[in-house]
C-alpha cells in the first residue's frame, strides 16, 4: 500500500539550521556557503536519483542555480533566529514507475507551493536497495518577491488607529501597532490543505495507472481505523537497520505491526462469527424457540461493547489498543468454543458446565486421593531420614549408664533426643508392623508424582473449558433478564428490565448488521477466517 508520509517543518537557524548546507544535503552537490565561508559536501549520501529547482515567473533566472539561490536565501535572513526553509518530506508510491512518481511531485509542487511564488529546490532519493523507499526532499523559500525578483518582508506593522483615525500610543509612550504577515504561507490550515491535495494527486496517478490501491492522508483516528501508527525512524536510524543493526525505534515498529497484524487476523475471525451469529438469530426464529431464552453471543456483544466505550476516554492509546487487542482475542475464543459445541444461551452453558463436571469428578477424585498419599508418604520419607540421621545420638545416649553423665548428654541434645523420639513415635504408629525403608518410599513417591503429573494433564483441558464458560457467564450474569411463568403478572421492575435488554439487543444486532455492510473483511467479500 501507498505510504501517506508527508512531513512538513521548519529550517530555522536557532535550530543550528543552515539552508546551503540542507540543500547539499539533498542534492547530492557541494555547495559554498558564503555566511560562514564553509564547503557543504557530503559525499557519503547515495540513491539520489532525481533534482531539480522549479521557480515562478518573478523569480530571477540565476536563481536556478542551488548555490546561488540559497546563498541569497541566507543574505536575505540576518536574524540569529530567522526561519531559512520550509522542508517537505515526502513519500513516493512504490506501485507507480519512477518517472510517474517524477511527475506526478512536480505536478503537485507548481500547483501548491511554485504558483503562489515560493522557490522550490526538489530532491528525489531511492536508497539501496532501489524501490523499497523512493520519497522526496523538498526546501522551500519562504519569502515572497515582488516582480523585479526583490525579496519582501514577511511581515508589517499595522498602527492601531483612534475613531479618528490617529495613531494611538500605548501606557509607555509607545505606538500600538500589530504584525500583519505579507502571505498566508504560514497559516496552519495550509498542512491539512496541501496533505489533502497530495492525496487527490496521487489517487489520480494511481487511478490512471490502473492501480486499486488508494491513499487516505488522515489519521487512522480520523478514518476510523482501529490500527497503531508506526514511528517514524529518520534516515540515521534508517540506515542502522539496513546495516542490520536493531534499533529501539525499529523494534517498535516490529512490535507495532505485529500487533496490528494481529488485530487484523481477530477482526477477520471475528467477521465470520458474526455472520455465524445472524445465522443462529435466523435459526432462532424459524423454530420459534421460547422467546425469553436470550441468545448468549448476543449478550457478549453487548458486554464487550460496553467495555470498549469504557475505554474511550482513555489518553494512553497504547493501553487502550492492548486492551482492544485482548477483548477481541477473548471474544474470538469465547464465540469459537460456543460455535464449535453449539451453545448458544445460558441454559445451554449450564449444561455443558454439568458435563464437564461428570466427566472430571472421577479424575479430581483420583487426583485428590493421590495427593494425600504423597502427603503422608514425604511426611514418612521425613521423620525415616531424620531418625537415621539422629539414631548415633540416641544410641550414644543409651549407652551411658552413670546417671548423671546421662542427665548430662540429654540436657546437651535435648533438642535432637525430642526430635528423635518425635520420629520414633511417627514411624510406629502409621507403620506399624510394616518395614519400608526411605528409599523404598522415595521410588514410590517418584512413581504417585508421575501418576499426578498423567491425571492433571489428562484434567487440564476440563479445566480450561470449565474457566472459559465460568468466566463467559460472569460477563453475562448481569445482563441475564428475569425469566417469568407463562401467565404470571409483570411487575414494573421486571417490565422495566425486560425492556433495557431489549433496547441492547437491537444496539448488539445494529452493531452485527453494520459490521456486515461496512467490514473490507466480510466473509462474503473474502472468503475464509484469516489466521
Same mark, same amino acid.
Given at each position: 500500500?501507498?505510504?501517506?508520509?508527508?512531513?512538513?517543518?521548519? #529550517?530555522?537557524?536557532? #535550530?543550528?539550521?543552515?539552508?546551503?548546507?540542507? +540543500? +547539499?544535503?539533498?542534492?547530492?552537490?557541494?555547495?559554498?556557503?558564503?555566511?560562514?565561508?564553509?564547503?557543504?559536501?557530503?559525499?557519503?549520501?547515495?540513491?539520489?536519483?532525481?533534482?531539480?529547482?522549479?521557480?515562478?515567473?518573478?523569480?530571477?533566472?540565476?536563481?536556478?542555480?542551488?548555490?546561488?539561490?540559497?546563498?541569497?536565501?541566507?543574505?536575505?535572513?540576518?536574524?540569529?533566529?530567522?526561519?531559512?526553509?520550509?522542508?517537505?518530506?515526502?513519500?513516493?508510491?512504490?506501485?507507480?514507475?519512477?518517472?510517474?512518481?517524477?511527475?506526478?511531485?512536480?505536478?503537485?509542487?507548481?500547483?501548491?507551493?511554485?504558483?503562489?511564488?515560493?522557490?522550490?529546490?526538489?530532491?528525489?532519493?531511492?536508497?539501496?536497495?532501489?524501490?523499497?523507499?523512493?520519497? #522526496?526532499?523538498?526546501?522551500?523559500?519562504?519569502?515572497?518577491?515582488?516582480?523585479?525578483?526583490?525579496?519582501?518582508?514577511?511581515?508589517?506593522?499595522?498602527?492601531?488607529?483612534? /475613531?479618528?483615525?490617529?495613531?494611538?500610543?500605548?501606557?509607555?509612550?509607545?505606538?500600538?501597532?500589530?504584525?500583519?504577515?505579507?502571505?498566508?504561507?504560514?497559516?496552519?490550515?495550509?498542512?491539512?490543505?496541501?496533505?489533502? /491535495?497530495?492525496?487527490?494527486?496521487?489517487?489520480? %496517478?494511481?487511478?490512471? /495507472?490502473?492501480?486499486?490501491?488508494?491513499?487516505?492522508?488522515?489519521? %487512522?483516528?480520523?478514518?476510523?481505523?482501529?490500527?497503531?501508527?508506526?514511528?517514524?525512524?529518520?534516515? +540515521?536510524? &534508517?540506515?542502522?537497520?539496513?546495516?542490520?543493526?536493531?534499533?529501539?525505534?525499529?523494534?517498535?515498529?516490529?512490535?507495532?505491526?505485529?500487533?496490528?497484524?494481529?488485530?487484523?487476523?481477530?477482526?477477520?475471525?471475528?467477521?465470520?462469527?458474526?455472520?455465524?451469529?445472524?445465522?443462529? &438469530?435466523?435459526?432462532?426464529?424459524?423454530?420459534?424457540? $421460547?422467546?425469553?431464552?436470550?441468545?448468549?453471543? $448476543?449478550?457478549?456483544?453487548?458486554?464487550?461493547?460496553?467495555?470498549?466505550?469504557?475505554?474511550?476516554?482513555?489518553?494512553?492509546? %497504547?493501553?487502550?489498543?492492548?486492551?482492544?487487542?485482548?477483548?477481541?482475542?477473548?471474544?474470538? $475464543?469465547?464465540?469459537?468454543?460456543?460455535?464449535?459445541?453449539?451453545?448458544?444461551?445460558?441454559?445451554?452453558?449450564?449444561?455443558?458446565?454439568?458435563?464437564?463436571?461428570?466427566?472430571?469428578?472421577?479424575?479430581?477424585?483420583?487426583?485428590?486421593?493421590?495427593?494425600?498419599?504423597?502427603?503422608?508418604?514425604?511426611?514418612?520419607?521425613?521423620?525415616?531420614?531424620?531418625?537415621?540421621?539422629? $539414631?548415633?545420638?540416641?544410641?550414644? %545416649?543409651?549407652?551411658?549408664?552413670?546417671?548423671?553423665?546421662?542427665?548430662?548428654?540429654?540436657?546437651?541434645?535435648?533438642?535432637?533426643?525430642? /526430635?528423635?523420639?518425635?520420629?520414633?513415635?511417627?514411624?510406629?504408629?502409621?507403620?506399624?508392623?510394616?518395614?519400608?525403608?526411605?528409599?523404598?518410599?522415595?521410588?514410590?513417591?517418584?512413581?504417585?508424582?508421575?501418576?499426578?503429573?498423567?491425571?492433571?494433564?489428562?484434567?487440564?483441558?476440563?479445566?480450561?473449558?470449565?474457566?472459559?464458560?465460568?468466566?463467559?457467564?460472569?460477563?453475562?450474569?448481569?445482563?441475564?433478564?428475569?425469566?417469568?411463568?407463562?401467565?404470571?403478572?409483570?411487575?414494573?421492575?421486571?417490565?422495566?428490565?425486560?425492556?433495557?435488554?431489549?433496547?441492547?439487543?437491537?444496539?448488539?444486532?445494529?452493531?452485527?448488521?453494520?459490521?456486515?455492510?461496512?467490514?473490507?473483511?466480510?466473509?462474503?467479500?473474502?472468503?475464509?477466517?484469516?489466521?
Amino acid at each position: 500500500m501507498p505510504c501517506p508520509h508527508y512531513k512538513i517543518k521548519i #529550517a530555522a537557524r536557532s #535550530a543550528g539550521a543552515c539552508s546551503v548546507a540542507g +540543500a +547539499a544535503y539533498q542534492s547530492g552537490e557541494k555547495l559554498y556557503d558564503e555566511r560562514t565561508h564553509e564547503t557543504k559536501n557530503y559525499p557519503e549520501k547515495t540513491g539520489i536519483v532525481y533534482t531539480q529547482i522549479l521557480l515562478p515567473e518573478s523569480a530571477p533566472p540565476e536563481y536556478s542555480d542551488r548555490n546561488t539561490l540559497w546563498n541569497a536565501v541566507e543574505k536575505s535572513e540576518p536574524n540569529w533566529n530567522a526561519q531559512l526553509a520550509r522542508r517537505i518530506e515526502i513519500a513516493l508510491p512504490i506501485e507507480l514507475p519512477m518517472e510517474t512518481n517524477i511527475k506526478m511531485l512536480r505536478e503537485h509542487i507548481q500547483e501548491q507551493f511554485v504558483s503562489k511564488g515560493m522557490i522550490a529546490d526538489i530532491a528525489i532519493h531511492d536508497p539501496e536497495p532501489p524501490g523499497h523507499n523512493p520519497h #522526496a526532499h523538498v526546501m522551500l523559500t519562504m519569502r515572497a518577491m515582488d516582480k523585479d525578483g526583490k525579496w519582501l518582508p514577511k511581515s508589517r506593522r499595522e498602527y492601531e488607529l483612534d /475613531a479618528n483615525g490617529n495613531r494611538i500610543k500605548d501606557d509607555k509612550g509607545k505606538w500600538k501597532f500589530r504584525k500583519v504577515f505579507t502571505t498566508d504561507w504560514d497559516n496552519r490550515e495550509n498542512a491539512e490543505k496541501w496533505r489533502h /491535495a497530495w492525496e487527490v494527486t496521487q489517487n489520480k %496517478y494511481l487511478e490512471a /495507472a490502473h492501480r486499486p490501491e488508494r491513499i487516505s492522508m488522515k489519521s %487512522y483516528k480520523r478514518q476510523g481505523i482501529e490500527q497503531i501508527p508506526t514511528v517514524h525512524m529518520g534516515p +540515521a536510524v &534508517t540506515a542502522m537497520e539496513r546495516r542490520g543493526i536493531k534499533t529501539n525505534i525499529g523494534n517498535l515498529n516490529r512490535e507495532i505491526k505485529k500487533k496490528n497484524s494481529l488485530i487484523r487476523s481477530i477482526k477477520n475471525a471475528i467477521s465470520k462469527l458474526k455472520e455465524w451469529i445472524s445465522d443462529i &438469530t435466523l435459526a432462532i426464529k424459524e423454530v420459534e424457540m $421460547d422467546p425469553k431464552e436470550v441468545n448468549l453471543v $448476543d449478550l457478549l456483544i453487548i458486554r464487550f461493547d460496553e467495555r470498549s466505550q469504557d475505554r474511550s476516554d482513555w489518553s494512553n492509546i %497504547y493501553g487502550k489498543q492492548n486492551a482492544a487487542i485482548k477483548d477481541l482475542r477473548n471474544f474470538s $475464543d469465547i464465540v469459537s468454543y460456543l460455535r464449535e459445541h453449539d451453545i448458544t444461551n445460558v441454559t445451554d452453558l449450564d449444561n455443558r458446565l454439568t458435563t464437564l463436571s461428570q466427566f472430571a469428578a472421577p479424575i479430581r477424585e483420583e487426583i485428590s486421593d493421590i495427593r494425600e498419599s504423597v502427603k503422608q508418604i514425604e511426611s514418612m520419607v521425613e521423620h525415616l531420614d531424620r531418625k537415621a540421621k539422629l $539414631d548415633p545420638v540416641h544410641d550414644k %545416649y543409651e549407652k551411658i549408664h552413670w546417671k548423671g553423665r546421662k542427665e548430662k548428654f540429654a540436657q546437651e541434645h535435648r533438642e535432637e533426643l525430642a /526430635a528423635w523420639k518425635k520420629s520414633d513415635k511417627y514411624i510406629k504408629t502409621y507403620m506399624k508392623n510394616q518395614t519400608y525403608t526411605s528409599q523404598e518410599l522415595k521410588e514410590h513417591l517418584s512413581s504417585l508424582k508421575a501418576k499426578l503429573k498423567s491425571l492433571n494433564s489428562k484434567l487440564k483441558p476440563y479445566q480450561e473449558e470449565t474457566d472459559l464458560l465460568k468466566y463467559t457467564k460472569k460477563l453475562v450474569k448481569d445482563l441475564i433478564p428475569e425469566l417469568t411463568p407463562e401467565g404470571e403478572k409483570l411487575t414494573p421492575e421486571i417490565k422495566s428490565e425486560k425492556q433495557s435488554l431489549l433496547k441492547k439487543l437491537a444496539a448488539a444486532q445494529k452493531i452485527v448488521d453494520a459490521n456486515k455492510a461496512n467490514n473490507p473483511n466480510h466473509p462474503k467479500k473474502n472468503k475464509g477466517i484469516s489466521r
